[in-house]
């Protein structure tokens, strides 16, 4: 079959169907794109991908704080232990202790060691002993904080073994029975709050690939359209992947932002609320209010994760959809 | 299995050929059209399209036969938030032409069917007659080595049906083969050409 030549302009015998119209000064395009812009769907969609992105962000900010929280009271432990001398007859306590600390200070990664004077100790027993308390009176052991350098790893065996030999009644506490504890708490916390997480991504991903089908229901016409005008699967599923990763990116952002200015609101509350019950409270379960760095790198994360869900997703029902269309063997 | 609609069809349309495809309604005319749309297979038989069995076009080469096929539907199937003349330039978009390319071609053609003064509106604010001619030259646009439509004058009155068909026989001089399905016999009896006569399913051809 031969192509047809172009339509002539009309002859006597077909006459035009008007007169030359005149022309409109208006433009001819809409400027919108082959897929429907602002559609009840679209904006709908964009609403809860929105309210997917803010509390997948809430949840992962909430994570990111208690996990370095719960590292910070661990390191916070783990960089100190104290050495106690209990008093014996005949003992010169204060050689003892500056004796302790000599030994404690030759270890490598000791960077500091504090001995508790007569007041500091009173003030520690005040609540059981009362007050006005003559320590050279009783037998209350003398306790000195040892400070570890960030990093360290001092031999505590060893200088277990020296205090013990060397200065009488002296014993170490490394604290390990409470950092173990912590690190169990701290490991629980955070594996629970990443469960949390991973649980609202899974809800958050169900729900945006729901809501992006549901929207991309309402523009099944353009695609068939778009099919019998002659449009590849290629063509088609770019408008639809371009369209849905802008209102996929729009609803994340939204989201996104919304997160992080009640992280930004949260800690000026924080801020001004340092000295009060409830800002040590708060803060001693969250530190500073602040998602810190990775925190924010992982709401950008899922940012991009959540739109390129929703483009995907479009493409995916479009391919579909062309599928069902082209293949003549299943359109019975 | 539900009720037959169409049965022992045996029929070819010829290049550039004109024809009519009436019947009554419910006769199975837009069926027919869309079997040769290939929108929809036959439960038995066989349909060929350019030389090839429907059933063995592999899929990615359904677009190419497409863009050879105008199709008028009888809904019209305009996308409505774009404007009349972004509606019939849609199938040379698709092809990926260049838009400074196609513009006057698809200006002229509007001026052609009328729609000149119509071009930047949205199809809400078209009458039926001019949502009409606007699918007309959209299917007309590419123009296409076949075109089928569907009751082309059916939301239209007389004296524009008239103008609508010496559009579609221009069209047909000027190469492309033409089926037009309508019930309305005062359309028919203005262009003698060939009649493909559905009733009750079953076809009868008046050359």
């Known amino acids: ?332 | 299995m539900g009720r037959e609609v169409l049965s022992d069809l045996s029929f070819q349309v010829a290049p550039n050929s004109f024809q009519f495809l009436t019947g009554p309604s419910g006769a199975g005319k837009t069926s027919l059209l869309r079997l040769m749309l290939l929108s929809i297979r036959p439960t038995r038989g066989l349909v060929h399209v350019f030389g090839q069995e429907a059933s063995k076009i592999p899929p990615r080469q359904m677009p190419t036969i497409r863009r050879k096929i105008g199709v008028v539907f009888q809904d019209f199937r305009l996308l409505n938030h774009l404007t009349t003349y972004e509606n019939v330039a849609l199938p040379l978009q698709v092809k990926g032409k260049i838009e400074a390319n196609y513009r006057q071609d698809v200006t002229d053609l509007l001026d052609w069917v009328g729609l000149g003064d119509r071009m930047h509106v949205l199809p809400p604010v078209l009458s039926g007659g001019e949502k009409q001619r606007a699918a007309i030259a959209r299917a007309l646009i590419d123009q296409p080595d076949v075109l089928l439509a569907d009751e082309p004058t059916g939301n239209v009155d007389p004296p524009l049906a008239r103008r609508l068909l010496r559009l579609f026989i221009e069209l047909h001089r000027s190469g492309t083969s033409v089926v037009i399905a309508t019930h309305d016999l005062s359309l028919m009896d203005q262009f003698d050409a060939r009649r493909l006569v559905l009733n009750s399913g079953r076809l009868q051809i008046y050359e």
């Open chain 1, 1 to 332: 079959m031969n192509k047809p030549s172009a339509p002539t302009a009309p002859t006597q015998e077909t006459e035009p169907v008007t007169e030359q119209a005149q022309k409109s000064n208006r433009p001819l395009k809409s400027g919108k794109s082959i897929v429907p812009g602002e559609t009840i769907a679209s904006t709908a969609l964009i609403f809860v991908i929105a309210i997917m992105a803010f509390l997948a962000c809430l949840t992962l900010g909430a994570v990111s704080m208690v996990s370095s929280s719960a590292n910070k009271w661990q390191s916070d432990i783990s960089r100190e232990v104290t050495i106690q001398i209990k008093p014996a007859d005949g003992q010169a306590m204060e050689d003892d202790i500056r004796k302790a600390s000599r030994i404690a200070l030759s270890f490598e990664g000791v960077s500091k060691v504090t001995a508790l004077n007569d007041a500091a100790t009173a003030r520690l027993l005040e609540p059981w002993l009362g007050s006005g308390l003559e320590l050279a009176e009783l037998p209350v052991p003398r306790l000195l904080t040892v400070s570890i350098e960030d990093g360290a790893n001092p031999d505590f065996t060893a200088l277990r073994t020296r205090l013990e030999a060397e200065v009488p009644g002296a014993s170490l506490d490394d604290h390990r029975a409470w950092v173990n504890r912590l690190t169990t708490m701290a490991v629980t916390m955070v594996f629970i709050g990443f469960s949390v997480f991973l649980l609202m991504m899974a809800a958050t991903i169900t729900t945006v690939i729901f809501a992006t089908r549901g929207a991309m229901a309402g523009n099944r016409d353009v695609v068939e359209v778009l099919h019998f005008v002659g449009a590849d699967s290629a063509f088609i599923s770019r408008q639809f992947q371009g369209h849905f990763l802008l209102l996929g990116l729009k609803g994340a952002l939204i989201g996104t932002a919304s997160a992080i200015a009640l992280f930004l609101l949260l800690g000026v509350w924080s801020y001004f609320s340092v000295a009060t019950p409830q800002g040590d409270q708060a803060s001693a379960l969250f530190g500073s209010f602040s998602p810190g760095i990775l925190g924010y790198l992982g709401m950008f994360a899922v940012t991009i994760m959540v739109a390129g869900l929703t483009a995907l997703t479009s493409r995916w029902t479009v391919h579909k959809q062309i599928q069902i269309l082209q293949d003549y063997n299943r359109s019975l």
